[in-house]
């Protein structure tokens, strides 16, 4: 442990290249999806990834509330992601913040682009998302769970919407960042991405990377979203082929 003012930074990095929990630099935390676990949404999903546990449930396409917020020509896609009173070890005020209401934009707005929007006008398609434990990544997370509760609902997509972060740890660029990670690395970048086309339509970064690093984590990115995509449609194989939730799922 070294230390700078008060604070313990943790070796986030071992000289033999492993990271503050055993993994190497391009390997994602374990991953649980299940499909349907809630029965009164239309779709839902929860997901266990690392220490993040993340419910996301999607009703519509619905009446829009409010009413002046109804488009004519299609869809309109409302988020609202909420980091649980509980989620984390300081206590966090409950409620809305500037950061949740920041996250819930950037994550309608990547929906906004997968969904077939136009085909319902006047309508709304509405979005929860759930921290009940937080171990950074919370977003990603909850893009794969509100990705896979949409296909749940049976909401028309382009494709599923599978999201990493990835940052810069002790000067080496990493997938899928821990809490740790996030808090004492330089650089963290959550991304969602597009399967088919590549297309990125969330991407946001806090802290500093030279060019060179930025191209590596967007390669690195792609790479740990197309591993989660085949979670993720794995996860829905097993809700549908089996004719219920899928397995974990309670009842
Ligand atoms: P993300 O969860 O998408 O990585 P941030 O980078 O903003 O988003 O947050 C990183 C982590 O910091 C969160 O996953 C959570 O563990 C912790 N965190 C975020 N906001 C708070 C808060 N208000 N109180 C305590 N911990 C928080």
Same mark, same amino acid.
């Given at each position: 442990?070294?230390?700078? @003012? ?7 990095? #071992? ?17 649980? /999806? ?22 996301? +449930?999607?009703? @519509? ?12 020509? %299609? ?5 609202? &992601?909420? =980091? +649980? ?14 950061? #949740?209401?920041? /996250?819930?934009?950037? /994550?309608?707005?990547?929906?906004? #682009? ?58 080496? /660029?990493?997938?899928? !960042? %821990? ?25 946001? =970064?806090? @802290?500093? =990377?030279?060019?060179?690093? !930025? ?15 085949? %979670? ?7 809700? &549908?082929? !089996? ?9």
């Amino acid at each position: 442990m070294g230390s700078v @003012g008060a604070k313990e930074v943790p070796v986030l990095l #071992s000289p033999d290249g492993k990271r503050i929990d055993g993994r190497k630099l391009d390997e994602l935390r374990s991953m649980r /999806i299940v499909a349907g676990a809630l029965h009164q949404a239309d779709g839902s999903a929860f997901v266990e990834w690392g220490a993040n546990k993340v419910m996301a +449930a999607v009703y @519509g396409p619905r009446e829009v509330h409010p009413r002046h917020l109804q488009q004519n020509n %299609k869809a309109i896609v409302q988020c609202k &992601y909420n =980091m +649980a009173a509980f989620s984390v070890d300081e206590r966090k005020r409950p409620g809305l913040d500037r950061r #949740s209401q920041e /996250i819930s934009k950037v /994550i309608a707005e990547a929906f906004e #682009s997968v969904i077939f929007v136009e085909e319902f006008p006047r309508t709304s398609i509405d979005i929860y998302i759930e921290v009940l434990q937080a171990n950074a990544g919370t977003r990603c997370a909850g893009v794969v769970a509100a990705s896979v509760a949409l296909a749940d609902a049976g909401i028309p997509m382009v494709d599923l919407l599978p999201a990493v972060a990835v940052g810069k740890v002790a000067g080496k /660029i990493a997938l899928d !960042l %821990k809490k740790e990670e996030d808090n004492f690395g330089e650089a963290d970048l959550p991304m969602a991405l597009v399967p088919q086309s590549g297309r990125l339509v969330l991407l946001q =970064m806090e @802290g500093h =990377m030279t060019g060179p690093e !930025l191209s590596e984590s967007l390669d690195l990115g792609v790479v740990g979203c197309r591993a989660i995509y085949e %979670k993720m449609k794995q996860a829905l194989r097993d809700r &549908y082929q !089996l004719g219920g939730p899928s397995e974990g799922a309670a009842q």
